[in-house]
């Protein structure tokens, strides 16, 4: 049974006069692209409004939370991307833009902590920088749908450190859990890095974010999981990451509803004195090993 209050056809003309005389307001629009969205904008708007019979204080309570959500935004913390991630949208725009094509690696959310001008390490180096953690020896190949080696592809890797956090969340100006490499010119597109065994991490909830999880009843926790951008000539560009076969929390619910089942890789634990891939001497501690084969689409799939 409703118990939204009815609606008299008088207060309903009022409404949606308001709303048509909105979207006359565009009319004028040079740009086709612009136009379209801000009146479709405008038609989910007003309805999600009428919908919810949305009251004044409702109204102020948002807008307190937006300016909010951006007080707290800076050029360490993108407070809006995570809201963004949250409520899905991230993963429905990445949804509508990175549609299924052949055998391409599945894309996921970008996230708020991917910092330019990371540095290059060569194949086989480590992008832990200090970070602490169990190290992982991560290795693969990038190639088309086709099967051809895509040599040079440039690899952008980032990561949490063992205590759930991005350097970018220090405020001693490490860099650390990041870096860039290139795929091997040879005949295979090889990579391989060190890096740490991804662990499950709540994103940042001391903020507005935060504050609206907590009021919901949903947990702040991401599935552990290892960043990944791929870019290529004539080839998408690919945002994904991979996660942690096992991790307790793919069973719970990745807070940002990132996760693929394609994109969750075996993390094989080495025992202790075992030798890296690369001769590594990791002494009496374990590591881990993980295989991610990189599929690229064609640039206008």
Sequence with gaps: MSTQP???????????????????????????RLKTVMESLTRHLH????????????WNAAIEFL????????????????????????????????EAYENATEATVFGPFFVEDAPEIPIGGDIAGGASGQPCWVEGTVTDTAGNPVPG?????WEADDDGFYDVQYTDGRVAGRAHLRSDDDDDGRYAFWGLTPTPYPIPHDGPVGQLLEKVGRSPVRAA???????????????????????PQLEIGDSVFGVKDSLIKDFVEQPAGTPGPDGRDLGDQTWA???????LAPENA
């Design 47 to 58: 309805a999600f409004i009428r919908d919810v019979r949305l009251t004044e204080d409702e």
């Design 6 to 32: 009815e609606i008299s056809p008088e207060q309903t003309a009022v409404e949606e006069d308001l709303i048509e005389r909105v979207l006359a307001s565009f009319a004028q629009t040079q740009d086709p």
């Design 67 to 98: 300016t909010a959500v951006g007080h707290i935004t800076d050029d360490r913390r993108q407070e809006f991307v995570l809201l963004s991630d949250v409520l899905g949208a991230s993963m429905q725009t990445i949804a509508v833009n990175n």
């Design 225 to 247: 999981h290892l960043h990944f951008m791929v870019t290529a000539p004539q080839l998408r560009t690919l945002v994904t990451h991979i996660f942690v076969t096992g991790d």
């Design 289 to 295: 090993r993980a295989r991610f084969d990189i599929v």
């Design 153 to 157: 592809a440039r690899i952008e890797v």
